[in-house]
């Protein structure tokens, strides 16, 4: 009898797991379709462009735009590359860097001092501010914004784009760096203050290590976010020494038309170093992006 039992206990529970694993099936197909769907939806654009980069401007108006050219043609790269971009290039990282090493420092800074304070009610004020400025656009605020870079003279320098991008980094970069401060075990702090080290020396030799694939993260977000900004360097210069990246492929557009095919190209060589960037820290930012999912 108890045999018979268990017999149709286990085959109930066969054909149970038999029906489940047919409808998670029928539903990875699905995935599966959606996400090639979304991969070409993502792909074709990107194949677009690369290929208008190798095209002439005769070619362009004349081709299909998704068919290889007979003759492939570096003329827009060479075009690009003779109207400034080096000059531009250069204005992109000093921005790039100048705003992102600060941004994340005062962050980290500042997130381990809003943890380490436990309740200290100023620093936890401190911390709603921060997360108050993660619901102004910099759309909103664009005009004061002008207005204190024309009071500072700074207008026209690179200055004038590097202080607005920090302060707008930093509301993210404080909420996401708390959050992983807030991971690190008590007894690692308890054991760095018996053995007699500072605060600052806390933060440094433990919490900085231990947050380094959060900083990584926000690092190479801020970057992104800083690297396609338009925005601020549209309304903060008018220089075209000052022009960064995004703001240069208006080189490209003439009184009657758009060279398609150097717009293309230059965006393809800004591309590159974010497409690097992402190859040398893929794994801490998937690390960071991932943290706390197995807690």
């Not at 200055?159 to 707008?168: E, K, M, N, W």
């Not at 293309?264 to 998937?286: H, M, N, S, W």
Request: aromatic share 12%; proline share 6%.
């Amino acid at each position: 009898m108890t045999t018979t039992l268990s017999g149709e206990r286990t085959a109930r529970t066969t054909t149970t797991s038999s029906g489940t694993a047919r409808k998670l099936l029928r539903w990875n197909w699905l995935g599966g379709l959606a996400g090639w769907f979304w991969l070409l939806v993502v792909i074709i654009p990107i194949y677009w462009i690369a290929l208008t980069s190798i095209k002439t401007r005769a070619n362009y108006y004349t081709t299909n735009p998704l068919l290889p050219p007979g003759e492939i043609s570096l003329e827009n790269y060479r075009f690009v590359l003779d109207s400034g971009f080096t000059r531009y290039f250069t204005n992109t990282v000093i921005v790039t860097l100048g705003a992102v090493v600060p941004a994340v420092i005062i962050s980290f800074m500042a997130a381990f001092a809003i943890v380490r304070a436990g309740d200290g009610r100023f620093l936890r004020g401190v911390n709603t501010l921060f997360l108050a400025g993660l619901a102004i656009p910099l759309q909103a605020v664009i005009i004061p914004v002008y207005l204190i870079i024309i009071k500072l003279q700074l207008y026209d320098t690179l200055l004038a784009i590097i202080l607005p991008s920090i302060a707008f980094a930093i509301p993210l970069t404080v909420l996401i760096l708390v959050n992983f401060i807030r991971d690190v075990p008590k007894e690692l702090f308890e054991s760095m203050r018996l053995d007699g080290a500072s605060e600052w020396r806390t933060a440094w030799s433990l919490a900085f290590p231990l947050t380094r694939p959060a900083l990584v993260t926000v690092g190479i977000y801020n970057a992104l976010t800083i690297w396609n900004g338009f925005l601020l360097p549209l309304v903060l210069t008018t220089e075209p020494t000052m022009r960064t990246l995004p703001l240069a492929l208006w080189s490209f557009q003439g009184q009657y038309g758009v060279n398609v095919p150097a717009v293309a190209a230059a965006v393809v060589l800004t591309t590159l170093p974010i497409l690097a960037l992402y190859a040398i820290g893929r794994r801490q930012l998937l690390s960071g992006l991932t943290a706390g999912f197995g807690r």
